[in-house]
Each structure stands twice: as C-alpha cells, then as structure tokens.
C-alpha cells in the first residue's frame, strides 16, 4: 500500500492476512511487515498481540535470525504487556494454581500460545535446552488436551519439539510419555 492509499478496512483484513503471510514465506519481509503494519492501523492503530508477535517473528527473520536475545526480549515485551491486561481471572503463565500438579496447572492465555512455542524454539536454537522445556512443557499440557481451544497444527508442533528436547536431554521415558499421548489425542487424524 503506497501512503496514497486510502487506509484499510475490516473486509480487508483476511486479505492482508493472507499477503502477509505469502509475502513472509515469499522471503519478502518488507512487504509482510507493510501487511502487518497496514493491519494495526485496521486497529485504529491498537495492539494486537497477534499482529505484535508476527511482526517480531518478521524482523527476526530479516535480521537472519541472527539477534535470538533481542527476539526473546521482544517476545518477553509482548508477554508482560498481554499478561498485564489481562482479566484477574487469568492465571499468568509460569504461576502454578494448584502446587498438586504442576505440569496442568499452568494456564497461558490463548493469544499468548504461539509466543510461547516461538520462545521455546528460540531457546532451543540457542541449544538452552532446559530452559526451551521448562518454557514448552505448560503449552504441551494444552495442547493435548482437547478440550482446549489450540490450533490442531501448533499442538502437533508442540509435542514433536518437546519430544526432541526429551531426546536431546536423555528423557526417554517422558518422550515416550508425549508419544503415547500423542498417539491418543492426534489418532482420528490418522483414520
């Protein structure tokens, strides 16, 4: 969109969507940033978190991925500023709401699932490994859990990074573990 456009419009978000996303896999990352840039002021200029984290994911790719901390700073940004307006009923994540079991008894909230998974890769890439599970372990809890609201393809992402990272940290009975519930919650998309 040149600046003698008119500005975008709610029709026009699926649209801008959809350009932003092809422009990224395109490797066109100025263009997906103007995308995203053009949907924030479909906002009237307002915070998305999504539109947020896809613009730090977008210019940590240009940069080659070559500034992991500053991305993990961005990702912290954006996490604090999200739990922070947040509803008190909202459990931070990383505040455990019953000590009884911890793995489930973190709640993230679902704006914030991608964040998570994208510090978790990060982390990982940087070989912190057990930093990387510690941060991916609450959203796993989620993602198997179908009662939950995440995209089908991020909670397989999920499972199969923390299956490596068990491998990688020589936790083959967890690993077995995140198998065997992946076996249970992902078994009708192999029908």
Same mark, same amino acid.
């Given at each position: 969109? *040149?600046?003698? $456009?008119?500005? &975008?419009?709610?029709?026009?978000?699926?649209?801008?969507?959809?350009? %932003?996303? #092809? !422009?990224?896999?395109?490797?066109?990352?100025?263009?997906?940033?103007?995308?995203?840039?053009?949907?924030?002021?479909?906002?009237?200029?307002?915070?998305?978190?999504?539109?947020?984290?896809?613009?730090?994911?977008?210019?940590?790719?240009?940069?080659?991925?070559?500034?992991?901390?500053?991305?993990?700073?961005?990702?912290?940004?954006?996490?604090?500023?999200?739990?922070?307006? *947040?509803?008190? $009923?909202?459990? &931070?994540?990383?505040?455990?709401?019953?000590?009884?079991?911890?793995? %489930?008894? #973190? !709640?993230?909230?679902?704006?914030?699932?991608?964040?998570?998974?994208?510090?978790?890769?990060?982390?990982?890439?940087?070989?912190?490994?057990?930093?990387?599970?510690?941060?991916?372990?609450?959203?796993?809890?989620?993602?198997?859990?179908?009662?939950?609201?995440?995209?089908?393809?991020?909670?397989?992402?999920?499972?199969?990074?923390?299956?490596?990272?068990?491998?990688?940290?020589?936790?083959?009975?967890?690993?077995?573990?995140?198998?065997?519930?992946?076996?249970?919650?992902?078994? %009708?998309?192999?029908?």
């Amino acid at each position: 969109m *040149s600046s003698k $456009d008119p500005p &975008p419009t709610q029709d026009q978000i699926p649209k801008l969507i959809n350009d %932003s996303l #092809y !422009s990224f896999l395109s490797g066109d990352y100025n263009q997906s940033l103007n995308r995203l840039n053009s949907l924030q002021k479909v906002n009237g200029g307002k915070d998305d978190t999504r539109t947020l984290i896809n613009t730090a994911v977008v210019r940590f790719y240009q940069n080659h991925c070559s500034k992991p901390y500053e991305f993990l700073s961005t990702l912290q940004a954006i996490e604090q500023s999200e739990l922070s307006h *947040s509803t008190s $009923d909202d459990k &931070p994540e990383g505040k455990p709401t019953d000590s009884k079991d911890q793995k %489930s008894a #973190y !709640s993230i909230p679902d704006s914030l699932y991608v964040l998570v998974y994208n510090k978790s890769v990060t982390y990982y890439l940087l070989k912190q490994y057990t930093t990387s599970v510690a941060t991916i372990e609450p959203l796993y809890s989620i993602a198997i859990d179908s009662t939950k609201p995440m995209d089908i393809n991020l909670s397989i992402k999920t499972c199969f990074l923390l299956i490596d990272l068990y491998l990688i940290t020589n936790q083959l009975q967890k690993c077995s573990q995140v198998f065997q519930s992946m076996e249970k919650r992902f078994s %009708s998309l192999l029908e």
